[in-house]
Nanobody, 126 residues
Framework: QVQLVESGGGLVQAGGSLRLSCAASGRTFSSYTMGWFRQAPGKEREFVARISGSGAITYYADSVKGRFTISRDNAKNTVYLQMNSLKPEDTAVYYC???????????????????WGQGTQVTVSS
């Protein structure tokens, strides 16, 4: 069982930056693929970014590529999402997720993850 707790959300002006953190419980954090998803009001949860257990491989949604960076510190059991050049359309609840399954195309979808955090609100004003 893995418990995930996100932090770092808030209100920021367009063009600004935020860094989200997700702290995980458990002693096998480095074996989990970690992902970030977001959900805006009235919309489905959408994939943002994922990172392999070692941190060597990352993958991003086209909508955030070049602006967001996912990283992890396995010594601290924490994954991060650095968000730069934020846009009003980035406004959403951001969720951290974890899976122990093999890295695959499934881990760009919500059903590819087994554990979820409670979410943190990010609001970007224009």
């Amino acid at each position: 069982q893995v418990q995930l707790v996100e932090s770092g959300g808030g209100l920021v002006q367009a063009g600004g930056s935020l860094r989200l953190s997700c702290a995980a419980s458990g002693r096998t954090f480095s074996s989990y693929t970690m992902g970030w998803f977001r959900q805006a009001p009235g919309k489905e949860r959408e994939f943002v970014a994922r990172i392999s257990g070692s941190g060597a491989i990352t993958y991003y949604a086209d909508s955030v590529k070049g602006r967001f960076t996912i990283s992890r510190d396995n010594a601290k059991n924490t994954v991060y999402l650095q968000m730069n050049s934020l846009k009003p359309e980035d406004t959403a609840v951001y969720y951290c997720a974890a899976t122990g399954r093999v890295w695959s195309a499934l881990s760009v979808t919500a059903r590819g993850y087994d554990y979820w955090g409670q979410g943190t609100q990010v609001t970007v004003s224009s």
